[in-house]
């Protein structure tokens, strides 16, 4: 069973940034692919980003620019540096992987509050 575990959330000042991490208990050489997706109040999940086994990374439209996708192979850890916060970034953020049978796991979530 993997287990995901976000850290880095909280409150930010709208223009600011922040650094999400999500740590795997497993090598991240396990999944064919690692992601971050949120969900603000009311809404359904959306997809922010993701990257794959081999390094390929994709970016919800809307966010492309302000938010970057990597991981570290040493940590067994995935990142997601979001920079220009805006209020409507507000959300919890979620770190997803799928495995090589293509069996998905997600952490449990950490709020991104972006307020003044």
């Known amino acids: 069973q993997v287990q995901l575990v976000e850290s880095g959330g909280g409150l930010v000042q709208p223009g600011g940034s922040l650094r999400l991490s999500c740590a795997a208990s497993?090598?991240?050489?396990?999944?064919?692919?690692m992601g971050w997706y949120r969900q603000a109040p009311g809404q359904q999940r959306q997809l922010v980003a993701t990257?794959?086994?081999?390094?390929?990374?994709n970016y919800a439209d809307s966010l492309k620019g302000r938010f970057t996708i990597s991981r570290n192979s040493a940590k067994d850890t995935l990142y997601l540096e979001s920079n220009s916060l805006k209020p409507e970034d507000t959300a919890v953020y979620y770190c997803?992987?799928?495995?090589?049978?293509?069996?998905?796991?997600w952490g449990q979530g950490t709020q991104v509050t972006v307020s003044s």
């Open positions: 497993g090598s991240i050489f396990s999944f064919n692919a």
């Open positions: 990257i794959t086994s081999g390094g390929s990374t």
């Open positions: 997803y992987v799928r495995d090589w049978q293509f069996q998905a796991y």
